[in-house]
C-alpha cells in the first residue's frame, strides 16, 4: 500500500531569494505535471473606495498583454502547449495558478514572471476587458447568493473597512478607472516583497529553484508599497438586517453571519471544528439535519468559516423557498444559541476530530491539493511541519475551546443577516 | 479482460466491474453508475431519476438516514452523487484502509433503500427548492426551452430536475417502482480506482455485490428523434438585464464514428474538449477570437457531450452590453461557414491534440477523475472511449472536422433561442 508521506521540512525545499521572494518546492514524480501557485503581496486592501475593483481590474489585465508578448502569443503560447495560467485579485493578495505538462515548466514561469513584471495594459486590451467586467457586473446583480453576499458584508463591516466593499467592483468605478491607474497600481503595488511561489510535481528541486530564480531573482520594485493595517472590526451586538428584491426569481438567498477569527487566531481550529459540526460534517452538519433533512425547507444550508489574513466571515448560506425565509433563519439562529450555549456531545467532537484529520489524505493527492497545502503554511506562518502536529492539535481540542470560540465570535442577538430574491410576502422577522 | 492497466470483469448477476491499480497515494475512489437517467423518463414523471438519487441518501434499514454522511465524513472521505441524462452515479473517494465502508454500503442502498413516506415529502420540497434555485439563473430557462424545442420525441427534450408540474405531484410509489426497475447489479457500473490489489478488490467486490440478485432485463427506450427538417427558433422573455443567445445542432452519439472529429471541430471552436479539457483556457479559440476579442459577447462556450443516443453540440454566448443577439448570433454563424468553408489550419489541429495530451495526464491524477471517466466511457459505448481519446483525437484530419461541419452544422438541424431580458411583471402576473 502506497504511505502517506506529509508535506514537511523533510521534502519541502524552501529558500528566500535576495529580493524578498519565498520559494517552496516539493517534488512528486508520479504526476505528469507541474503546479505553480504563489501570490504578490497586494490587493484591494490597498484600493480607496472610489477605485473599487482596482486590484481585480490590474490582475485581471496583467495577461492582456506584456512587453514582450501581445494578447493572442500569451495566450497561444500557454495553451499551445496545453498550460493554464491563472491570475486574480483579492482581497489580500493577487494570487497566480498554473500547471503545464513538466517539459513545459520553463515556458509556464516565463510567461507568469512576464505578466507579473511586464505588462502593457493596451488600451484596445483594456477597453474589451471593462466590457467583460461590467457584464460580469450586471450577471452578478441578478445572482441572489452573490447579492444577499454583498449585502451582507455592507452590514458586518464598518463603511471604512475593505470588507464592506465588494472585491470586483461596482459599474460606476469600474466604469471610471484608466488605463493609467492601472499602471499606477501596478507600479506601486506589485514587486517582488513578501512574494510567495510554490513549485508541486514532475520537476527536481534544483531545476525548479534554477528556473524561478532565472525568473524572478532580478525583480525590483523600490517603490512597492506594504499592505495597510486593516481597521479594527467590533463584534455585532445588535441584529442588522437588510433585503433586496430582485424581480423574477424564484428562490431567495440567505446569508447570516458574523466577523470571524483570523487564520492565525490562537482559537482558529476550535472555530473551525464549531463550524464543522454546525454546517458541514455529515452533509451540512446540525443546519442539514435541522432544515433539510427534517423540515426540507433548502436545496442547501451550510456555514463556512473564511479565516484568511483578516477578520473574513462566518456565514450560514442558504436557498429557500421565499415563503420559508423567517423560519429558516428562526432556525438558523436557535442552531447558532444551541452551539454558544450547550457543549457539544463527545460524540460530536470525535466525529469532527476524526473529519478534520483523516481528509488529510484525499487533500494531498494532487499537486494542486500539496501545493495549496504549502502555500498555506507559508501565507500564515503555520512552519512546514505544521501537519506533523495537527492531529495533535486537533485531538487537543475541546467541547469547552468550541463553546468559547462560537461565544466569542456569535453575540446573543449579533449578527449580520441579509436576503436577496423575489419580493417577500412577510417582512424579515428578527424576534423570536 | 485488459487495456492499459485496467480490468473489466462481469459478475455472474451481470454486474459490470472496472479496475485500475494507481499506487501513488494511500486513496481508493468506487463509482456505481446505474445505466438509469432522465433519458430514462417519460412524460409526467420528469425530474424522477434525480429525486431517485436524493432518496438514495435517505438510508436503508441498515444504515438509517444521515448514518453514511456521517460515516464517511468519520473515515475522511468525500462522497456524491449526480444524474446525467443517460446514467445516475454515485461514489465515495477514501483513505484506501477505508474503503469496504464505500464498498459495503453502496450495495446496501442498490436493494435496500427504504423511501420513508415522510422523507419523500420532506425531499419534494428540497428539489423544488433545487429547481427554483436553477430558476434564478436567466441561462437555466434558456437552456430548458432551447431542448425542449429541439426534441420533439426523445426524453433529452426536458431537463434532469424535471418539470415543475412533475415535482409537485410525482408520489413515493412512481419513485420506488423507478428505484426497482433501475437499480440492480445488472443495470450497474462498479469502477475501483486506487491503491489496491486487483485480485484482492475484486474478491472484495464479489464479497459485497457478487450475490444480490439480477433484476429482470431492462429493454432499451424506443424513443427515436425524427430528424429535424427546418430550423427552430424560441425567444425566452424573462426579468433580467442580460442577453443570451444559444444555439444547438443535432449531433450524433458518442459511438459514432463522427463524435471524435466533432469533438476536435469542438476544441477549434471553443477551446480544449474531452477529459480533464476544462482545465486549459480558451481565448486562442475561433468563437473567443471571433466573439469576445471583437466586443460582441462578453463569453462564449461550445458545449459537445459523450451520450449514448444522438444530443446537442450547443453554442452559448453572453450578449456584451450595447451590442444585441442578432450580432452574435450571424458572428457565431460566420465562423461555423469558416470552418464549412476552409481546412483548419495544421498550427490549430497541432494545438487541439497537444491539448488534449495534455488534459489527458491532467484527467489521470486523481483517481476520482479517472474512475469517473472510465464509469461513464462503459455506459455510452466502452471504457476504452476514454483510454483511447488522445490517440483517436490524434488520427483526426482537417478535411474530418470540415466534413462534419458541413454534415451536422446545418441551419435546418439547429434551434435557435434568444433570451431577452425584460423589466420587472407586474406583482400579480
Known sequence: MALLTLPSSQDITRQQLPNGITLLVRENFSAQSVVVTGMVATGAVNEIPEKQGLAAFTAAALMRGTA????????????????????????????????????????????????LRSPVFPENQIERLRGELLTGIQIRQQNTRFMADRRFRELAYPPAHPYHRGLLGEAETIGQITQEDLHTFHREHFGPQDLIVVVVGHIETDAAIRLVSDALSDWANPHQRRTPELPAVPYLNAIHHQSQVIPGKSQADIVLGVPGPLRAAPDFQASRLANNILGIFGMYGRLGLEIREKHGLAYYCYSHLAGGIGPGAWRVIAGVDPTNVNQTVRRIRAEIKRLREELVSPSEMEDSRSQLTGILPLQLE??????????????????????????????????????????RYWKPDGFALAVAGPELREAIDTSW | ?????????????????????????????????????????????????????????????????????????????????????????????????????????????????????????????????????????????LRE?????????????????????????????????????????????????????????LARIRQYYGSLPAGKPISDIQAREPQQLEERRITVEREGNTSYVQIAYHVPAATHDDWICLSALDSILGGP????????????????????????????????????????????????????????????????ARLQERLVADNELTRAKKQAHA???????????????????????????????????????????????????????????????????????
Not at chain 2, 444524474?83 to 452515479?89: E, Y
Not at chain 2, 412533475?166 to 408520489?171: A, E, F, K, V
Not at chain 2, 491503491?195 to 484482492?200: R, T, V
Not at chain 2, 450595447?322 to 452574435?328: F, P, Q, T
Request: with cysteine; net charge negative.
Open chain 1, 366 to 407: 494532487s499537486n494542486e491539493g500539496v501545493a495549496n497545502t504549502i502555500f498555506a503554511m507559508e501565507r500564515y506562518g503555520l512552519g512546514l511541519d505544521y501537519l506533523l502536529t495537527y492531529h495533535d492539535t486537533i485531538n487537543a481540542l475541546t467541547a469547552e475551546d468550541v463553546q468559547r470560540a462560537v461565544a
Open chain 2, 273 to 336: 474538449s474531452g477529459p480533464g479539457g476544462g482545465e486549459i483556457g480558451h481565448r486562442t479559440s475561433r468563437l473567443y477570437k471571433g466573439l469576445v476579442e471583437t466586443q460582441l459577447a462578453a463569453g462564449v462556450s461550445c458545449d459537445l457531450s459523450m451520450t449514448v443516443d444522438p444530443y446537442l453540440l450547443k453554442f452559448t454566448a453572453v450578449v456584451r452590453d450595447g451590442r444585441n443577439h442578432a450580432e452574435v448570433e450571424t458572428a457565431i454563424d460566420n465562423e461555423i
Open chain 2, 145 to 201: 426551452e432551447v431542448q425542449a424545442a429541439a426534441f420533439r420525441v426523445h426524453p433529452y427534450h426536458h431537463q434532469i430536475i424535471g418539470d415543475m408540474a412533475d415535482l409537485r405531484t410525482l408520489s413515493r410509489e412512481n419513485l420506488f417502482q423507478h428505484y426497482h426497475r433501475y437499480y440492480m447489479p445488472n443495470n450497474a457500473i462498479g469502477v475501483a480506482v486506487g491503491d489496491f490489489d486487483s485480485d484482492a478488490m
Open chain 1, 68 to 115: 514582450s508578448r501581445d494578447f493572442a502569443s500569451l495566450h497561444d503560447d500557454l495553451e499551445s502547449v496545453g498550460a493554464s495560467l491563472q491570475i486574480s485579485g483579492g482581497m489580500h493578495s493577487v494570487s497566480f495558478g498554473g500547471k503545464c505538462l513538466h517539459e513545459d515548466t520553463p515556458l509556464l514561469l516565463d510567461i507568469l514572471q512576464d505578466a
Open chain 2, 359 to 429: 488534459a489527458y495526464a491532467y484527467s489521470n491524477e486523481t483517481v476520482t477523475g479517472q474512475a469517473y471517466y472510465l464509469a461513464y466511457s462503459e455506459n455510452v459505448g466502452g471504457y476504452q472511449l476514454f483510454l483511447d481519446y488522445p490517440q483517436r483525437l490524434a488520427a483526426v484530419t482537417a478535411e474530418d472536422i470540415r466534413t462534419v461541419a458541413r454534415r451536422y452544422l446545418q441551419k435546418e438541424k439547429r434551434t435557435v433561442g434568444w433570451f431577452v431580458p425584460i423589466g420587472p411583471r407586474p406583482a400579480n402576473s
Open chain 2, 1 to 141: 479482460m485488459s487495456y492499459e492497466n485496467v480490468s473489466r470483469h462481469v459478475l455472474d448477476n451481470g454486474m459490470v466491474i472496472i479496475l485500475k491499480e494507481v499506487h501513488t497515494a494511500p486513496v481508493i475512489s468506487w463509482w456505481v453508475l446505474y445505466r438509469v437517467g432522465s433519458r430514462n423518463e417519460q412524460a409526467g414523471e420528469t425530474g424522477i431519476s434525480h429525486w431517485v438519487e436524493h432518496m438514495m441518501f435517505k438510508g436503508t434499514p441498515r444504515f438509517p438516514a444521515g448514518s453514511l454522511d456521517r460515516a464517511i465524513d468519520r473515515a475522511g472521505g468525500t462522497w456524491n452523487a449526480h444524474t446525467w441524462l443517460d446514467h445516475t452515479a454515485y461514489h465515495a473517494t477514501l483513505p484506501a484502509d477505508r474503503i469496504d465502508l464505500a464498498l459495503e454500503m453502496e450495495a446496501d442502498r442498490m436493494v435496500n433503500a427504504s423511501f420513508e413516506p415522510a422523507e419523500v415529502e420532506a425531499e419534494r420540497t428540497v428539489i423544488i427548492s433545487e429547481r427554483q434555485g436553477s430558476e434564478n439563473h436567466p441561462s437555466f430557462w
